[in-house]
Each structure stands twice: as structure tokens, then as C-alpha cells.
T-cell receptor
Framework: GAVVSQHPSWVICKSGTSVKIECRSLDFQATTMFWYRQFPKQSLMLMAT?????????EQGVEKDKFLINHASLTLSTLTVTSAHPEDSSFYICSASPVGLAGAHEQFFGPGTRLTVL | DQQVKQNSPSLSVQEGRISILNCDYTNSMFDYFLWYKKYPAEGPTFLIS?????DKNEDGRFTVFLNKSAKHLSLHIVPSQPGDSAVYFC???????????FGKGTTLSVSS
């Protein structure tokens, strides 16, 4: 099946630093990838839609200057948390749908990245 | 305003019995509904889905039922196994290529 990887799986950083999270589709191409965030015992909340070759679309309330998204190729999207603060500590998950697969509607999720900001 | 609701935060079932997880939605434009299983500190794993033009989809021990008039869907797991213990998320999509909208999840515990 389709595999999505994320790197790193866990990162601890100091407040004020920036952290980059990578999301890769390993065996398929994805025009669109999605970034979600999950707080403990909460649902997955969509942060932004990452479009290959164009600007990301952010959900209401998500600061685009703080959460920078780059979708450089059909297999890679990155999320950079700039000037991270403790309240940014969360579990970040990306997902992607295969391109060109007729009727495809499943999204395949990465394993997630746990960010802890001290 | 939650468009996808899972009103039961938890469910406990004995091994071998049926598990029924429920989900309600408000947006009649949703075209696909999906169920995902998630373990702590892992990404969700796709289980089963159903198109809005169908009312039932079955895959092994998993069956999803859709009642469009009631805007309700349910996931049936039978027989339930201890390995099914996880958080189950109901999700919906309103257009191809768009993100999924998730419910808050139901934690299923299957005891042996």
C-alpha cells in the first residue's frame, strides 16, 4: 500500500528556535498533501493544505508566517515551525492522496512528529 | 461548529462480541466517509470507507453502514479482538482532493 513517512519522529527544541518537519510519499506521487495537528485526547485538526508548486492554503486561525509550508516536489512537503514556543508543542501529522489513481479517496497518513518545545 | 461528531468517547466490548462505533455529520455535501484506527503517537491507519451513494460496505470483520437521511454512519467490528483496541476516528470529505474532517474519536477497548 501507499506509504507516507515523516522525519523526524520526535524533536525537542528550545523556545525561539525553528524546526523543520518533512513529509514524504515513498511509493506514490501526491499533488496535494495535508498537515494536521493533534493535541492530547483531541481530534486531528487540519492546519493547511500543501499544493505542489504553489502556495499552501491555511485554515482559519493558523498563522502562515509561523507555520511555513513548502511543497517542492510531488513526493515532499515540509512544515517549518518558526520561533517555536511551548504552546506549539503537539503531534504533527501529514497525509497525502495518490495522484492519478481513479476513484482514490483514501488519504494515507504519516506516522506523525512529536514536537516538544522547552 | 463540529461537522463530524463522535458522541461516545469510549466503548468497552468483550472479545468475540460486536463493536459498534457511531458517527454523525451535518454537511450533506460530504461524498466520502472513512474510518481510521489510531494508536498513540502514530499516524492514523485507514480501515474502510464508503461513498455517499452507497449504504453499506464490508471488508472482512469491518462493515460500515451509512444512513444519509439521518446523516449517520456506523462501523461494525465482528468478532471483536483485543488487537482492535485503539482510537477510531470517523472522517468525511466534501470534494475530491480536499482534506478530511475528523470526529473526536472513540476509544475502543476489547477485553479477553
Amino acid at each position: 500500500g501507499a506509504v507516507v513517512s515523516q522525519h523526524p519522529s520526535w524533536v525537542i527544541c528550545k523556545s525561539g528556535t525553528s524546526v523543520k518537519i518533512e513529509c514524504r510519499s515513498l511509493d506514490f506521487q501526491a499533488t496535494t498533501m495535508f498537515w494536521y495537528r493533534q493535541f492530547p485526547k483531541q481530534s486531528l485538526m487540519l492546519m493547511a493544505t500543501s499544493n505542489e508548486g504553489s502556495k499552501a492554503t491555511y485554515e482559519q486561525g493558523v498563522e502562515k508566517d509561523k507555520f511555513l509550508i513548502n511543497h517542492a516536489s510531488l513526493t515532499l512537503s515540509t512544515l517549518t515551525v518558526t520561533s517555536a514556543h511551548p504552546e506549539d508543542s503537539s503531534f504533527y501529522i501529514c497525509s497525502a492522496s495518490p495522484v492519478g489513481l481513479a476513484g482514490a479517496h483514501e488519504q494515507f497518513f504519516g506516522p506523525g512528529t512529536r514536537l516538544t518545545v522547552l | 461548529d463540529q461537522q463530524v461528531k463522535q458522541n461516545s468517547p469510549s466503548l468497552s466490548v468483550q472479545e468475540g462480541r460486536i463493536s459498534i462505533l457511531n458517527c454523525d455529520y451535518t454537511n450533506s455535501m460530504f461524498d466520502y466517509f472513512l474510518w481510521y484506527k489510531k494508536y498513540p503517537a502514530e499516524g492514523p491507519t485507514f480501515l474502510i470507507s464508503i461513498s455517499s451513494i452507497k449504504d453499506k460496505n464490508e471488508d472482512g470483520r469491518f462493515t460500515v453502514f451509512l444512513n444519509k437521511s439521518a446523516k449517520h454512519l456506523s462501523l461494525h467490528i465482528v468478532p471483536s479482538q483485543p488487537g482492535d483496541s485503539a482510537v477510531y476516528f470517523c472522517a468525511a470529505r466534501n470534494q475530491a482532493g480536499t482534506a478530511l474532517i475528523f470526529g473526536k474519536g472513540t476509544t475502543l477497548s476489547v477485553s479477553s
